[in-house]
């Protein structure tokens, strides 16, 4: 059973620490994608990628915010300096995207991240 | 610009209702993708179905069945019989069929089923 994973799953830290969050995405996959979720804004698109390449950051705070993906098995978003509003459930989704047809989004289990 | 409205934010049922949560959708695609999401008490996201817009059978799994409407922009999900464990936040969402595709999601229908 092919999923999505996500280290840490909880996460606090002092405000002006750098958070660095990780996602595996599923094995074939060539979609990723990074969402934080909060109660105010509800699902967020921060980042997409395609083929490790990314596609759209617009999403995310350039200032603070940079996601990557070293290779086809990593993912990561990073914070740096992080701030308390930043706390947020941040949840990697993958997909399998290929000409002609679309990719359906499987999501990892999340990071909840306390900034105090 | 995409837009998905779920304008039910919280809903409870006793538990063995019908519950049918309501999901409306604006897009200018012609072809286009909607899904619906599970986000349980253990916060994880679950894929349930996905729908083409150029198909708009009604689909049945079990105890969920899902009511696609071209005509009037809506994909209702309906939950039969519904129990405890389907207590969850439902998303409903959409993706556009261009080369980017970018996912639009609703604000999701908090579903609280009671014993």
């Known amino acids: 059973d092919a999923r999505v994973t996500q280290t840490p799953r909880h996460k606090v830290t002092e405000m002006g620490q750098e958070v660095t969050m990780r996602c595996q995405p599923i094995?074939?996959?060539?979609?990723v994608f990074w969402y934080r979720q909060t109660m105010m804004q509800g699902l967020e698109l921060l980042a997409y990628?395609?083929?490790?390449?990314?596609?759209?950051d617009s999403g995310m705070p350039k200032d603070r915010f940079s996601a990557e993906m070293p290779d086809a098995t990593l993912a990561t978003l990073k914070i740096q300096p992080s701030e308390p509003r930043d706390s947020a459930v941040y949840f990697c989704?993958?997909?399998?995207?290929?000409?002609?047809?679309?990719?359906?989004?499987?999501f990892g289990p999340g990071t909840r991240l306390t900034v105090l | 610009a995409q837009k998905v409205t779920q304008a039910q934010t919280e809903i409870s049922v006793v538990e063995k209702e019908d519950v049918t949560l309501d999901c409306v959708y604006e897009?200018?695609?012609?072809?286009?993708?909607l899904f619906w999401y599970k986000q349980p008490p253990s916060g994880e996201l679950v894929f349930l179905i996905r729908?083409?817009?150029?198909?708009?059978q009604n689909e049945i799994s079990g105890r969920y069945s899902w009511n696609f409407q071209k005509s009037t922009s809506s994909f209702n999900f309906t939950i039969t019989a519904s129990q405890v464990v389907d207590s969850a936040v439902y998303f409903c969402?959409?993706?556009?069929?261009?080369?980017?595709?970018?996912?639009?999601f609703g604000i999701g229908t908090k579903l609280q089923v009671i014993p």
């Open positions: 094995l074939g996959h060539n979609t």
């Open positions: 729908r083409n817009s150029f198909d708009e």
């Open positions: 990628f395609r083929n490790r390449a990314p596609l759209d």
């Open positions: 897009t200018r695609d012609t072809t286009y993708y």
């Open positions: 969402a959409l993706m556009n069929s261009g080369g980017y595709q970018k996912v639009t």
């Open positions: 989704a993958s997909g399998l995207r290929s000409s002609g047809s679309t990719d359906t989004q499987y």
